[in-house]
């Protein structure tokens, strides 16, 4: 069965500094893997997806992720935070070729002024 | 481009009463997902369909859940009877099948 684990709940930085997003997976096939952002009060917007061809995957707002299959992570990083940047962020698998998401528990994102 | 449509987009109802969400998905986009969020649980897919046909609902909680899609624009998760646990956020998401899920904007419930 898939699984995503998410490296910390919250994690806060400051604003101009690196956002480091942790994100492992667990898939018995090729994963398709996706980042969501969550802003208050609002549904998912897709910030990326890695589906099998460049292994670094460059999204919105500045953000990519790297895929790593040695050591199954998908972690998200942007160079530079911004306060607009403050949300909650979701790793998810799915089979490749198929539609079923499998989301992480979130990481909620706080940037310091 | 409107996306995807959900309504109320608020519903607070006691034990025991019927509650309809609904959704209607981008224009054009074959696959349907409901989706629950809780604190405890996170995101969960309860149901999805592909050109209006149910193809898997191992996700429903129970059979006071359903879930119908009468036709490519409009989609009904229904709970009757609702109980407090059933309190959460649900989101409809759509897309083109095997493509990207677009989120709408979700239904928060709360069952008293």
Redesign the interface.
């Known amino acids: 069965a898939q699984s995503v684990t998410q490296l910390g709940s919250h994690v806060s930085v400051s604003e101009g500094a690196l956002v480091l997003l942790r994100c492992n997976y667990s898939s018995s096939v090729p994963p398709y893997l996706f980042w969501?952002v969550q802003y208050p009060?609002?549904?998912?917007?897709?910030l990326l997806?890695y589906t099998s061809a460049a292994t670094l995957v460059k999204g919105i707002n500045g953000f990519e992720a790297e895929f790593k299959k040695s050591e199954t992570s998908f972690h998200l990083t942007k160079p530079s935070a911004h306060m607009s940047d403050a949300a909650e962020y979701?790793c998810a698998v799915s089979e490749e070729?198929?539609?079923?998401?499998?989301?992480?528990?979130?990481t909620r994102l706080t940037i310091n002024p | 481009d409107a996306g995807v449509i959900q309504s109320p987009r608020h519903e607070v109802t006691e034990m025991g009463q019927e509650v309809t969400l609904r959704c209607k998905p981008i224009s054009g986009h074959n696959s349907l997902f409901w989706y629950r969020q809780t604190m405890m649980r996170g995101l969960e897919l309860l149901i999805y369909f592909n050109n209006n046909v149910p193809i898997d609902d191992s996700g429903m909680p129970e059979d006071r859940f359903s879930a119908k899609m009468p036709n490519a624009s409009f989609s009904t998760l229904k709970i009757q009877p609702s109980e407090p646990r059933d309190s959460a956020v649900y989101f409809c998401a759509s897309s083109f099948i095997l493509d990207t899920q677009y989120f709408g904007p979700g239904t928060r419930l709360t069952v008293l």
């Open positions: 969501y009060n609002q549904g998912l917007q897709l997806k979701f070729g198929a539609q079923k998401l499998v989301f992480g528990q979130g």
